[in-house]
């Protein structure tokens, strides 16, 4: 396990082929004229010192998907906004968006959101999917039904908290077989 506090995009892309599950707590952009331009944010040192010492590095799903995991990938969680959302009429089949992107690069699940979600709800949807995860683990393997249950699991403990407010609970998403 490693923990990038402030990675540049060459700093994830180097570190993601090393591992089964990548966890990314980052913002995301999804350009609506441009679905390629599509990028995460990650905040990382700026190399001169300067009264901002944090600044934005684009990791772009050009990047994404030029990058190749290794056959041991299995999860991508992204706590991003938004990461499985398409704005563009016209590529609504061609899934150009970031989730995808990391499915490319060879993760075959991918938990994302389909529109910003509330960053508050967030800590709790990945607490309560990592809490299932390591619970069915204790009964079966690591296998695809697993995670899908699991993210079914996270997604049905926000709505209990927040029924009628779907758009806090809903965008989560398992983008995987």
């Not at 599509?38 to 990382?44: D, E, G, N, T, Y």
């Not at 010492?53 to 772009?60: E, R």
């Not at 959302?85 to 563009?88: F, V």
């Not at 989560?172 to 077989?177: L, S």
């Given at each position: 396990m490693a923990c990038l506090p402030q990675p540049s995009a060459a700093d994830v892309l180097r570190e993601v082929p090393q591992y089964h599950f990548l966890y990314v707590f980052s913002h995301g952009v999804s350009d609506a004229r441009d679905p390629s331009k599509?990028?995460?944010?990650?905040?990382?040192e700026h190399p001169i010192h300067s009264k901002d010492?944090?600044?934005?590095?684009?990791?772009?799903v050009s990047d994404i998907a030029s990058t190749y995991v290794g056959s041991d990938a299995f999860t991508a969680f992204l706590t991003a906004c938004p990461t499985a959302?398409?704005?563009?009429p016209t590529l609504v089949d061609e899934e150009l968006q970031i989730g995808n992107m990391f499915q490319l690069a060879g993760f075959p699940h991918v938990i994302a959101t389909l529109w910003s979600a509330y960053g508050f709800m967030c800590p709790d949807f990945s607490e309560t999917f990592y809490r299932?995860?390591?619970r069915l683990m204790e009964f079966e393997p690591l296998d695809n039904d697993l995670v899908n249950i699991a993210t079914s699991m996270a997604v049905l403990s926000l709505m209990k908290e927040a029924m009628y407010e779907p758009l806090l609970?809903?965008?989560?998403?398992?983008?995987?077989?």
């Open positions: 599509s990028h995460l944010i990650p905040l990382k010492p944090i600044f934005a590095d684009l990791l772009t959302e398409t704005h563009k299932s995860v390591c609970w809903a965008p989560f998403t398992d983008m995987g077989p």
